[in-house]
T-cell receptor, first 115, second 112 residues
């Protein structure tokens, strides 16, 4: 079955602009999580959506937001871009086992460069 | 607070040699434990996971990891490294649900 699909794969923006990234999870997966990966901070959790509701949120400013649609596809938005937002943004989906023992399957990421 | 430590930032091994990547975590209970691998420009691929039971878990590509509760460790091993194993390796813990905490990664270089 198809994996996690992220679009676009690469994008360049300038400071002050906003950006929207898209993620299509594996079919049947209802949980979608977003992570930011930078050389300095490593992998940091942004937020998780389940059944169109944000279930968990990391320690990021309000400029970072997301949403999930009824088909489980998710988008994240970053407004008023700063140079420090340059990163690889990774989306991951999971089935959401009742036991909580979940495995994240990651997409290839969206590489954002802010100039 | 939960944390994951990968003390080795970079490791170089010769092809055919054995490999051990270290991972220590800080958490009150036994969390769910994972190892992921990332090739340049790609996302993360799951190598193996530990949820419960046998503390020695087998993964893909010939990797294994051992959970040691007393040491709060989950070290990754491979008996014979291949050139294609060169990548970045991340240890992760998930205390509950889907919020994973990742280590800073270990970059593996394989010398022919």
């Amino acid at each position: 079955k198809a994996g996690v699909t992220q679009t676009p794969r690469y994008l360049i923006k300038t400071r002050g602009q906003q950006v929207t990234l898209s993620c299509s999870p594996i079919s049947g997966h209802r949980s979608v999580s977003w992570y930011q990966q930078t050389p300095g901070q490593g992998l940091q959790f942004l937020f998780e959506y389940f059944s169109e509701t944000q279930r968990n949120k990391g320690n990021f400013p309000g400029r970072f937001s997301g949403r999930q649609f009824s088909n489980s596809r998710s988008e994240m938005n970053v407004s008023t871009l700063e140079l420090g937002d340059s990163a690889l943004y990774l989306c991951a989906s999971s089935w959401d086992a009742p036991s909580g023992a979940n495995v994240l399957t990651f997409g290839a990421g969206s590489r954002l460069t802010v100039l | 607070a939960q944390s994951v430590t990968q003390p080795d930032i970079h490791i170089t091994v010769s092809e055919g040699a054995s490999l051990e990547l270290r991972c220590n975590y800080s958490y009150g209970a036994t969390p769910y434990l994972f190892w992921y691998v990332q090739s340049p420009g790609q996302g993360l691929q799951l190598l193996l996971k530990y949820f419960s039971g046998d503390t020695l878990v087998q993964g893909i590509k010939g990797f294994e990891a051992e959970f040691k509760r007393s040491q709060s460790s989950f070290n990754l091993r491979k008996p014979s490294v291949h050139w294609s194993d060169a990548a970045e390796y991340f240890c992760a813990v998930a205390p509950t649900g889907n919020q994973f905490y990742f280590g800073t990664g270990t970059s593996l270089t394989v010398i022919p």
